[in-house]
């Protein structure tokens, strides 16, 4: 691994080599994407101060319901737009030979986290996505279950072609799958 250098960036991805792991975590999403769920709250909590005036105006019930409504439809919303962010960490472990896939959320109990053997990983895919884009998927199944996917890499450039095709031997050679050829060549 140290000889065989981890590129920085490879699509939506920063990759680092750690002390016996790789780690590779999702770049934030634009600051559009990112400021839009909170001003969706910004204004929902608005719309809840302006219901509660209302509520105490005489004949202000019905619009401080249409306003009540409006800021639960807002923050819905709100978590609808957070959850599409997608920001997501993966880790490599090579000493214990196991992955963790980890889903990010704004808070840190919503974080989703599974750790799956290298065993249990049968497949890395590179996925052609629209635009065109690519993507670096795992599949693995757990012990009698469904086989399951993981994205760790969206969002490649037809001109990463060749980072992404290093990085997805490397994975290959990792999880110990066939027909990668050796990492380094």
């Known amino acids: 691994m140290l000889d065989n250098r981890v590129p920085a960036l490879l699509g939506d991805v920063r990759l680092r080599y750690d002390g016996g792991r790789l780690v590779g975590e999702s ?15 910004g204004v929902a909590l608005g719309c809840t101060v302006g219901a509660a005036v209302l509520v105490g105006l005489e004949g202000g019930t019905l619009p401080a319901a249409a306003l009540a409504l409006a800021a639960a439809g807002l923050v819905g919303l709100a978590l609808r737009l957070e959850s599409r962010l997608g920001r997501r960490r993966f880790v490599l472990h090579f000493r214990s030979e196991s ?6 959320a704004w808070t840190p109990g919503a974080t989703r986290a599974e750790l799956v053997p290298f065993d249990a990983v049968k497949a890395v895919h590179m996925v052609e996505r629209p635009g065109p ?3 670096l998927v795992v599949e693995y199944a ?3 279950e469904a086989p399951r996917r993981a994205v760790l890499v969206e969002g490649v450039r037809p001109a990463e ?9 490397m994975l290959s050679n990792a999880f110990g799958l066939r027909g990668a050829g050796l990492a380094g060549g």
């Open 161 to 169: 072609g060749e980072t992404l095709h290093r990085v997805w031997r």
């Open 142 to 144: 757990l012990e009698d």
């Open 99 to 104: 992955l963790r896939v980890e889903h990010l």
């Open 133 to 135: 884009r690519y993507a």
């Open 27 to 41: 770049l934030p999403p634009p600051w559009d994407r990112r400021i839009l769920p909170g001003l969706c709250v």
